[in-house]
């Protein structure tokens, strides 16, 4: 049986925990929120996961594995520290390693630990492609994010648009997927992890769409190279609790969790 710790109890979490509820393979021993969040937590836990206890931190404690399902703070404040105590880690949200010099902090922090941190692939697929194709070589990797006006709201484009009247599809970013991650947090994780997959931060080419024709969140993704091209669009439906999230996010950590727990791993 893996023995998991989860930091976050939000729609991500709460998701995870609700299907994996009746996997025998896989237990919730520990939910880590912030310490004022500690008693709202534990009325959600406790019908999806009554054996796990919630808490602010680890405490001490050494799961088999310590899954980041809360937001960029966490990784520093909760990620590198596990690492460096050799506890295995997975990373939900990859846009925080567009800040300078995280993503060393995390291999340097695996590294002491003599552990692994993965970062998993979200919302977005084709990353063993890509990676596979980076062996190669990459010439260019573009992605396209389109999404309703309304799943950009509390963004900087809020700030340039009036989303509520939009009539045509708009741009309301183009660069690089480092500035994409570090503007659109909560929105571009699909950025980040593709150019960690592929060119990087800084060659990876993203733009995004606010698009009221569109009810989903659709990524499209252009990689050219020495292995030939490809050329992968993903419609992928909002979470009901959080329109900025893919419910495919939710999926693929689960997928990454029973790939652990199981005897066969795909």
Partial sequence: MLHVSMIGCGAIGVGVMELLKSDPEVTFDLVIVPENG???ARSVVSSLAPQAKVAAGLNGSRPDLLIECAGHRAIEEHIIPALE????CMVVSVGALSEPGLVE?????AQRGKTQVQ??????????????????GLDSVVYTGRKPPYAWKG??????????????ATVIFEGSARDAARLFPKNANVAATLS?????????????????GVTENVHHVEAKG??????????????????????????SVVRALANRAHAVSI
């Fill in 226 to 251: 020495a292995f030939g091209g490809f050329e992968l669009t993903m419609r992928g439906k909002p979470l009901a609790a959080n329109p900025k999230t893919s419910a495919l996010t939710v999926f």
């Fill in 196 to 212: 960690l997959a592929g060119l990087g931060l800084d060659q990876t080419q993203v733009r995004l769409y606010a698009d009221p």
């Fill in 119 to 136: 970062l998993l692939s979200g919302a977005i697929g084709a990353i063993d492609a890509l990676s596979a194709a980076k062996i190669g």
């Fill in 105 to 109: 902090r995390l291999e340097e922090a």
């Fill in 155 to 168: 963004t900087p484009a809020e700030d340039k648009f009036d989303l509520d009247k939009l009539e045509t």
């Fill in 38 to 40: 500690v008693d709202a």
């Fill in 85 to 88: 105590r050799g506890i295995p």
